[in-house]
């Protein structure tokens, strides 16, 4: 199984886009779905996760206020919205699902290792 992330490019800093997760003949609905990011010799970094129910969600910090996630079960399809893009998202952009217990009785986490079915990812180019 893998996940299928779509919606990159470039964009001016300040702009905006907005990020699809989706997965084929795999049903999204029972995991909490993380968004990560990895820019050139950095660290796979993560970004948001939203609960299975769509009801918690959590951002790192550098994202607050900019980005939001939110999820739309009947189209099996986690969205990442990203607003006041900076420079520094620059990054190509990954979704996964969470380990079953980060996605049932589990806190939201944002660490890679709670994560599986990693797919390619989009590449989203921030401008100055």
């Known amino acids: 199984v893998q996940l299928q992330a779509s919606g990159g490019g470039l964009v001016q800093s300040g702009g905006s886009l907005r990020l699809s997760c989706t997965a084929s003949?795999?049903?999204?609905?029972?995991?909490?779905i993380g968004w990560f990011r990895q820019a050139p010799g950095k660290e796979r970094e993560g970004v948001s996760c939203?609960?299975?129910?769509?009801?918690?969600?959590y951002y790192t910090s550098s994202v607050k206020g900019r980005f939001t996630i939110s999820r739309d079960n009947a189209k099996n399809t986690v969205y990442l919205q990203m607003n006041s893009l900076k420079t520094a998202d620059t990054a190509v952009y990954y979704c996964?699902?969470?380990?079953?217990?980060?996605?049932?009785?589990?806190?939201?986490?944002?660490?890679?290792?709670?994560?599986?079915?990693w797919g390619r990812g989009t590449q989203v180019t921030v401008s100055s």
């Open positions: 996964a699902t969470a380990r079953e217990y980060y996605s049932g009785m589990g806190p939201l986490t944002l660490n890679p290792y709670d994560y599986k079915n």
């Open positions: 003949l795999f049903s999204l609905d029972d995991y909490t």
């Open positions: 939203i609960s299975s129910g769509g009801t918690n969600t």
